[in-house]
């Protein structure tokens, strides 16, 4: 089992900056591939950004230009958010999925227990 936690979440204003954090533990030596979600109010979790194993990103359109994901090692991800929206605001997930990469919500394996992200105008 892959246990997952996040961090650095908070608020900012509109065009403002955040950095996320995903530290995984537990079973880390299993293939597996970490990617963000986000979950705003009455909307379902959606992918936001992932890296496979060999370090190809991906990120939903809404995000290209202004997220970064990266990874330092099997262990710890990384999203980078710039240029921040309210539309953005929502809360970020860290998942893993044991068949790479983890592009869609519903193959994900584990999550974290999510970190706030409030983006205001």
């Known amino acids: 089992q892959v246990h997952l936690v996040e961090s650095g979440g908070g608020w900012a204003q509109s065009g403002g900056s955040l950095r996320l954090s995903c530290t995984a533990s537990?079973?880390?030596?299993?293939?597996?591939?970490l990617g963000w979600f986000r979950e705003a109010p009455g909307k379902q979790r959606e992918a936001v950004a992932n890296?496979?194993?060999?370090?190809?990103t991906r990120y939903a359109q809404s995000v290209k230009g202004r997220f970064t994901v990266s990874q330092d090692n099997k262990m710890t991800l990384y999203l980078q958010m710039n240029s921040l929206k309210p539309e953005d605001t929502g809360t970020y997930y860290c998942?893993?999925?044991?068949?790479?990469?983890?592009?869609?919500?519903?193959?994900?394996?584990?999550w974290g227990q999510g970190t706030q992200v409030t983006v205001s105008s």
């Open positions: 998942g893993a999925d044991l068949l790479c990469p983890a592009t869609l919500a519903s193959g994900i394996d584990y």
């Open positions: 537990g079973d880390t030596d299993s293939d597996y591939c």
């Open positions: 890296i496979d194993n060999y370090g190809t």
